[in-house]
């Protein structure tokens, strides 16, 4: 059974920086797809970053490129979304994913960006 905890997330002053945290267990996060999402009051979930199963390739949305960093470190079967820079319409639950033919998601963790 896949499980997705996510961890890190909080309260931060703009301009601040968060790195969340994705712990993966039941699969093997170099043989997932793994990704990020959000999903802000009122508004549609959206994909926020990106990583390949093979050859580590990222995207990121347009509003979080130059900002946002989503990494993986297999040995410890974990993903990580450092955010830096961050900006009130960063506030939003982030949930972390994994593609392995279906999609597996986590609970999410908030993030709040407010001074």
């Known amino acids: 059974q896949v499980q997705l905890v996510e961890s890190g997330g909080g309260l931060v002053q703009p301009g601040g920086s968060l790195r969340l945290s994705c712990a993966a267990s039941?699969?093997?996060?170099?043989?997932?797809?793994m990704r990020w999402y959000r999903q802000a009051p009122g508004k549609e979930r959206e994909l926020v970053a990106a990583?390949?199963?093979?050859?580590?390739?990222?995207n990121y949305a347009e509003s979080v490129k130059g900002r946002f960093t989503i990494s993986r470190v297999t040995a410890l079967n974990m993903v990580y979304l450092q955010m830096n820079s961050l900006k009130p319409e960063d506030t939003a639950v982030y949930y972390c994913?994994?593609?392995?033919?279906?999609?597996?998601w986590g609970k999410g963790t908030l993030v709040t960006v407010s001074s």
């Open positions: 990583i390949s199963s093979v050859g580590d390739s990222t």
């Open positions: 039941g699969l093997s996060v170099s043989h997932a797809g």
């Open positions: 994913s994994a593609r392995y033919g279906i999609e597996s």
